[in-house]
């Protein structure tokens, strides 16, 4: 029966694996993630909670759960309750019974959701912890080491993908805005030419065009662009 579970926890890893490595939107990774993985470890609950970096506090992500209460608990900061700790120390945390633990905050959403034990392990990258994932079980239950083993291998990979997606949005942002400053360049350029413009005065006539108009600065600028171009395709 142990290796029949333990196969089943296998195969979910590689599910999630595949899942992470896909063209799939995070958000659709991560719920993908807590369903598996409750499914394979018989979790009443799982979830990944992300850690704000600006309000240094851990809010629910991803949960299979429908339970609005849970869903919407408040976040905990760093070294609050048991995820809080698990962030602060960057190290897995078993509880035999979150419904008697004293460290464990939301003990009136534990006895209505009938949860008992959990395993909170973190979300870490190169040593930074980025979040944690919840297992819980409906009955008093002694993670194995296999098991947290198991689960922390799948927090690996989410922590990976999170990362990777954000240095591609970071990526993206650099170069939209590299794209942004040759267009304004460009811009700059045609009103100093056409109308005798410093660089400075060039620059602030479309930074003004734009707070007046509620534009970005690259719209300004590329209809600027636009006008010339059609201006010359007249001649």
Known sequence: MESKLLGEQIRALSRISKAITSEHYLDDILKLVVVVTAEAFGSNI????????????????ASQSISDEYNRKPP??????VAGRVVKENRPSAVKDVQKEKEYKFKDIAKKEKLR??????????????????CYTSTPHDFTE??????????NQVAVAIENTELIVKSRVILEELEARKIIERAKGIL?????????????????????NRKTMREVAEAIILTEEMKRSAR
């Open 192 to 212: 100093m030419h056409g109308q005798a413009l410093t660089e400075e005065q060039a620059y602030l006539h479309i930074r003004k065009y734009s707070m007046d």
């Open 146 to 155: 296999n098991e947290e083993h198991l689960i922390s291998a799948i927090a």
């Open 76 to 81: 905990l900061r760093i070294g609050e309750g």
């Open 117 to 134: 034990s959990l395993l909170c392990v973190p979300l870490a990258v190169k040593g930074k912890v980025i979040g944690v994932l919840n």
């Open 46 to 61: 799982c979830s990944i909670m992300l850690l704000d970096d600006k309000k240094k506090e851990l809010t629910i992500k």
